[in-house]
């Protein structure tokens, strides 16, 4: 079960941490300890063998050798692998408890828009919760050993009452292949459109609304499926969990002291305080990980899977039977009143912090106000782009303007502005460009970036023409 310490950490002081570190269940010291002590008891090991076994001559080869390999094992870079490992896997883990299924939002719904206080209605609307939450349970006990415990078989399900005992032959006699979760949604389906189908639900808008909160349920149980069916490859885990391990095998070798004839003997130096203080901090960094890989196991900071399911079972049932259709009497509230202000406990002396803008009690000097003038936009800062591309658009309609003038004179050396032309069928058509004038360097209008000229005479005469 997640060990909640939230409340541990409602204040950021000196305390805190060492609240935080009080804690046993779930806690980094009890998942390192063990490791911890064996590291520590084969690093005593081989410095009593160094002391006692090695000769003096062997030490100096030996110092430098531990030198050599400590440099070397520099290149296996175990914080960036570790890091980037549990970035990976901590964003799973949200991911997953993004989609544990809450009965809330479809409990609702359904109490809301299947209206009716006779038995066919309440006996629809307890049967679609109870479907749902024994859909949640099906999953639930594939993936989570808790609640495979719980529920080791469907007729422990069925003694439970989440399922009938014509239902779970029903359920048996779908032959898929495959699981089986689907059904009992398909059954929750049904039983809407069935609500329709008698009045029980006014307008077909409800019905979608409905389905589709059954529809998301559904969905988050396909998800947390996915993450069960699709773990992160194993050959990642494997790596990163080796590679921590190998690092702090070999420094029970680098990291060892060894005497030499020719120094002083400091009997403080033989005390492992960094090298163990390293493999506390990477260890339980990397249990961090190990941890929420399953997130539905039994570890102590694992999901509670029977908590849910007892949790959606309990209120759905309540809001759509015993809280169907309920609302308090309607009175006038305090706060119509203008004069009524907030209220807190006499024990609370400081009046609540006020949200505003970083900027909003600045007072503007006198010296620096001044009075507010018309500004023109072509004369404006922001006026040198504007013309820059304005400028590029009337490049681009010169240049379209000379290609259309160029095939004109090919395709039409005997035509001239405004005659008509001859279709292949016979029809009489006008040219299309005959009637347009292209801004051009030479006939530009300060006053007009682009001018599309029109000539009504021409388009009357046009009209006219067989």
């Known amino acids: 079960m997640t060990v909640s310490y939230a409340l541990s950490v409602s204040s950021a002081r000196y305390s805190a941490f060492l609240r935080l570190l009080r804690k046993w269940k779930g806690s980094v010291v009890k998942a390192v300890w063990a490791e911890l002590l064996v590291w520590i008891c084969l690093y005593a090991t081989i410095a009593l063998i160094i002391f006692w076994i090695i000769p ?20 296996l870079d175990i914080k960036f692998m570790l890091g980037f490992f549990v970035t990976i896997v901590v964003d799973r883990w949200k991911t997953i408890l993004q989609n544990i299924g809450f009965i809330e939002t479809v409990a609702l719904s359904v109490s ?11 006996l629809a609307r307890r049967s679609i919760i ?21 529920f080791p078989t469907m007729k422990s399900l069925m003694e439970a009452g989440f399922i009938f005992e014509n239902e779970l032959h029903e359920l048996e006699q779908t032959e898929t292949g495959y699981n089986k979760y689907w059904v009992p949604v398909n059954w929750c389906n049904s039983i809407v459109w069935r609500m329709q189908e008698q009045k029980y639900i ?10 589709n909160n059954i529809r998301d349920f559904r969905t988050q149980l396909e998800n947390l499926c996915k993450f069960d069916w699709v773990p992160i490859p194993i050959a990642y885990p494997q790596i990163v969990f080796l590679a921590v391990r190998i690092h702090f095998f070999f420094t029970l070798f680098t990291r060892q002291y060894i005497p030499l004839e020719t120094d002083e003997f400091l009997w403080y130096r033989c005390i492992p305080l960094i090298p163990a203080t390293s493999f506390f901090l990477y260890l339980g960094w990397m249990k961090v990980a190990e941890a929420l890989l399953n997130p539905f196991g039994e570890d102590d900071d694992d999901f509670e899977g029977n908590w849910v399911i007892d949790k959606n079972i309990k209120t759905g049932m309540q809001i759509v039977d015993d809280s169907h259709g309920e609302c308090p009497i309607l009175n ?40 507010m003038v018309h500004v023109d936009s072509k004369t404006s800062v922001a006026s040198g782009e504007s013309k820059e591309r304005q400028s590029s658009i009337r490049r681009r309609f010169r240049r379209l303007s000379s290609r259309l003038n160029l095939r004109r004179s090919e395709s039409q050396p005997a035509h ?12 009489s058509t006008h040219s299309a460009f005959s009637n347009l004038q292209f801004v051009t360097e030479e006939n530009e209008d300060p006053r007009f970036e682009l001018r599309i000229d029109m000539d009504e005479n021409e388009d009357k005469k046009d009209d006219k023409l067989p």
């Open 332 to 371: 006038i509230d305090q706060f119509s009143d203008p004069k009524f202000g907030p209220m807190y406990p006499s024990i609370l002396v400081e009046h609540p912090h006020v949200y505003q803008g970083s900027a909003a009690d600045v007072v503007i000097p006198e010296s620096e106000k001044s009075k």
């Open 112 to 122: 809301t828009i299947i209206r009716g206080t006779d038995d066919n209605a309440r």
């Open 56 to 75: 003096m001559q062997y030490r100096t080869a030996l110092n430098k050798e531990a030198a050599r390999l400590d440099d070397l094992l520099g290149i």
């Open 202 to 211: 006014e307008a077909p808008v409800s019905t979608n609304n409905v389905l």
């Open 416 to 427: 001239s502005k405004g005659q008509t032309i001859k279709s292949p069928g016979a029809e």
């Open 130 to 150: 109870r479907y749902l939450v024994l859909s949640q349970a099906m999953v639930y006990r594939d993936i989570s050993m808790r609640v495979r415990r719980r």
